[in-house]
T-cell receptor
Framework: DTGVSQDPRHKITKRGQNVTFRCDPI?????LYWYRQTLGQGPEFLTY????????KSRLLSDRFSAERPKGSFSTLEIQRTEQGDSAMYLC???????????FGPGTRLTVT | TQLLEQSPQFLSIQEGENLTVYCNSS?????LQWYRQEPGEGPVLLVT?????EVKKLKRLTFQFGDARKDSSLHITAAQPGDTGLYLC??????????FGAGTRLTVKP
């Protein structure tokens, strides 16, 4: 296992379209996090999973955003009816339960035109 | 408003100079992490500090956690162009939530 992977690395979409991103965490990590990062800012927490259970969602996660982790392994983040303000880098991170050290994937850069 | 304030926001220095960047908060953290991020990539973990007053060294990088566990500093000795990047601090609070600062963007010129 070489670390956290994310797919795609880049996505360009038109406003109003739906997009879905995938994250594959480090295999023995049971916690998975999604963050959003805009230019000049640090990552902002969106949501996290403990195995398949979604335990916390930020108020940043509007109704257009949904995340799943159906089998407690990979996770998907879907954005419906994208808006230009959704343009950002979407980062995924994983860790073991009780661990403070999160390991990040390379991110998916979304551009909404 | 950022929970963690990092300063300076930008820093540009010559190769061989020393520098210190800071991460401050009014909140107490059970642990604090420093990450380095390069353009187009995810953050890479550098170090975790847990105990108030703790000092950790990683080659030319020295990390210190404040006695009250509210702040931290990163000191780089003899900076090299390869140190260029965005340095992020992240604190884990008592609810086990991790929050990031906005980062210090460091440029080391050859």
């Amino acid at each position: 296992d070489t670390g956290v992977s994310q797919d795609p690395r880049h996505k360009i979409t038109k406003r109003g379209q739906n997009v879905t991103f995938r994250c594959d965490p480090i295999s023995e990590h049971n916690r998975l996090y999604w963050y959003r990062q805009t230019l000049g800012q640090g990552p902002e927490f969106l949501t996290y999973f403990q195995n398949e259970a979604q335990l916390e969602k930020s108020r940043l996660l509007s109704d257009r955003f949904s995340a799943e982790r159906p089998k407690g392994s990979f996770s998907t983040l879907e954005i419906q009816r994208t808006e230009q303000g959704d343009s950002a880098m979407y980062l995924c991170a994983s860790t073991v339960w009780g661990g403070d050290e999160q390991y990040f994937g390379p991110g998916t850069r979304l551009t909404v035109t | 408003t950022q929970l963690l304030e990092q300063s300076p926001q930008f820093l540009s220095i010559q190769e061989g100079e020393n520098l210190t960047v800071y991460c401050n908060s009014s909140s107490v953290f059970s642990s604090l992490q420093w990450y380095r991020q390069e353009p187009g990539e995810g953050p890479v973990l550098l170090v975790t500090v847990v105990t108030g007053g703790e000092v950790k060294k990683l080659k030319r990088l020295t990390f210190q956690f404040g006695d009250a566990r509210k702040d931290s500093s990163l000191h780089i000795t003899a900076a090299q162009p390869g140190d260029t990047g965005l340095y992020l601090c992240a604190g884990v609070d008592n609810n086990n939530d991790m929050r990031f600062g906005a980062g210090t963007r460091l440029t080391v010129k050859p």
